[in-house]
């Protein structure tokens, strides 16, 4: 099982939660994850598509061939700006 942390708007398109619990097969990786979030979460799942959300395994930015493990710390980020 999986821990996927959202932030921002993100925890809107899934009843207000902020980490949601995805089941997973042994040797997933992220477009696995991303499958299963469209499938369950489908605006959320559009999102992540459209590469509009970044998923983010043990604080980088992970591509989407990148395995995981069930002790990665998996995070989803919108969209974000910011600068001088």
């Not at 099982?1 to 997933?28: C, H, N, W, Y």
């Amino acid at each position: 099982m999986a821990q996927v942390r959202l932030f921002g708007m993100l925890k809107t398109l899934v009843s207000g939660v902020s980490i949601l619990e995805i089941s997973l097969p042994d040797g997933a990786q992220v477009k696995d994850l991303v499958d299963s979030l469209h499938a369950q979460y489908p605006d959320l799942g559009e999102l992540l598509i459209q590469k509009k959300v970044v998923v983010s395994v043990n604080q980088e930015i992970a591509h989407w061939e990148a395995a995981l493990v069930e002790s990665d710390e998996i995070a989803l980020l919108p969209p974000f700006a910011g600068g001088a």
